[in-house]
């Protein structure tokens, strides 16, 4: 992995961790993901359509086909993340989710893509992995009431993970649309699959606007400039790499949830965490 993609995914993973403690502490309805989707649409308009002149792209059927697939993906990813924070805490949900994308996605690329990483890349990949089962199996707090619902949630969560990130590097890498307007079609495509939910819960959708407007806006804008950078360096970099190295994320997520919100178990998850920290110094080098 080249050191270009690395800072790209390493300034993702910052802006992705804090997203999702927006996230998680507005704990908020589907609704909330509606709104999140239609502010990002809206606010990332007028430099998608900058690019789209300035580097005269042309939007053709199989772009449009390629961003309804990842809105349909995303959509579902974000509807789940969502029902697991409202499940379970930030420092469970979120390295499940985190720790089962990269897992399911590198495995799917070695397979059906014909990567094939270095094993210092393998190396790398396994102890960001393993850190993020570290992080997952308190026994004790997987017994407690309603734990294990937020485990389900974090683990499908996961496998939409995978699934989206296979289908956009296909998008980005083989049929090269450009990753800001791939990412603003799936805003919008978002926005336009959740309308029907938030005209059927208006009043949901209002009082998650009054109560969380600030983490909406917020999130709007982190949302789509974090995963542009991974977007990015999916444009020039095997999934096998980049899906696991996202996952530094999950060293951030941990100390927000632990010492920002007050969630248990830090040293455990801290230790978890290091190994992801030398997973992605073997992806690196690698």
Same mark, same amino acid.
């Given at each position: 992995?080249?050191?270009?993609?690395?800072?790209?995914?390493?300034?993702?993973?910052?802006?992705?961790?804090?997203?999702?403690? $927006?996230?998680?502490?507005?704990?908020?309805? @589907?609704?909330?993901?509606? /709104? =999140?989707?239609? +502010?990002?649409?809206?606010? #990332? *308009?007028?430099?998608?359509?900058?690019?789209?002149?300035?580097?005269?792209?042309?939007?053709?059927?199989?772009?449009?086909?390629?961003?309804?697939?990842?809105?349909?993906?995303?959509?579902?990813?974000?509807?789940?993340?969502?029902?697991?924070?409202?499940?379970?805490?930030?420092?469970?949900?979120?390295?499940?989710?985190r720790g089962t994308g990269?897992?399911?996605?590198?495995?799917?690329?070695?397979?059906?893509?014909?990567?094939?990483?270095?094993?210092?890349?393998?190396?790398g990949a396994l102890l960001?992995?393993?850190?993020?089962?570290?992080?997952?199996?308190?026994?004790?707090? $997987?017994?407690?009431?309603?734990?294990?619902? @937020?485990?389900?949630?974090? /683990? =499908?969560?996961? +496998?939409?993970?995978?699934? #989206? *990130?296979?289908?956009?590097?296909?998008?980005?890498?083989?049929?090269?649309?450009?990753?800001?307007?791939?990412?603003?079609?799936?805003?919008?495509?978002?926005?336009?699959?959740?309308?029907?939910?938030?005209?059927?819960?208006?009043?949901?959708?209002?009082?998650?606007?009054?109560?969380?407007?600030?983490?909406?806006?917020?999130?709007?804008?982190?949302?789509?400039?974090?995963?542009?950078?991974?977007?990015?360096?999916l444009q020039f970099t095997?999934?096998?790499?980049?899906?696991?190295?996202?996952?530094?994320?999950?060293?951030?997520?941990?100390?927000?949830?632990?010492?920002?919100?007050?969630?248990?178990?830090?040293?455990?998850?801290?230790?978890?965490?290091?190994?992801?920290?030398?997973?992605?110094?073997?992806?690196?080098?690698?």
């Open positions: 992995m080249t050191g270009w993609a690395l800072t790209l995914i390493l300034a993702a993973s910052v802006i992705h961790a804090t997203w999702n403690f $927006l996230n998680k502490r507005a704990s908020g309805h @589907a609704t909330f993901t509606w /709104l =999140v989707a239609v +502010l990002s649409a809206l606010l #990332y *308009t007028p430099v998608t359509i900058t690019v789209i002149e300035v580097w005269e792209i042309e939007i053709n059927f199989v772009a449009i086909g390629l961003m309804a697939g990842s809105a349909a993906l995303h959509t579902a990813y974000f509807v789940l993340l969502n029902q697991g924070y409202r499940a379970g805490d930030l420092s469970l949900v979120y390295p499940l989710a990269p897992l399911l996605s590198s495995i799917a690329a070695i397979l059906f893509l014909g990567e094939r990483p270095s094993l210092v890349a393998l190396g960001i992995i393993g850190g993020a089962v570290v992080l997952t199996t308190n026994l004790a707090q $997987l017994r407690q009431a309603g734990v294990q619902q @937020a485990v389900l949630y974090g /683990l =499908v969560t996961g +496998l939409f993970i995978a699934g #989206y *990130t296979l289908w956009d590097k296909q998008a980005v890498s083989h049929f090269a649309v450009a990753p800001l307007v791939l990412d603003w079609g799936a805003n919008v495509g978002r926005a336009f699959f959740l309308t029907p939910l938030a005209v059927k819960y208006s009043d949901k959708a209002v009082a998650e606007w009054r109560e969380h407007k600030y983490e909406a806006i917020a999130c709007a804008i982190l949302i789509p400039l974090a995963y542009i950078l991974v977007l990015t360096a095997p999934v096998s790499y980049v899906a696991p190295a996202r996952e530094i994320s999950i060293l951030i997520g941990t100390i927000m949830g632990t010492r920002l919100l007050g969630e248990a178990d830090a040293a455990r998850r801290l230790a978890g965490a290091c190994a992801m920290v030398l997973g992605v110094g073997g992806l690196a080098v690698g």
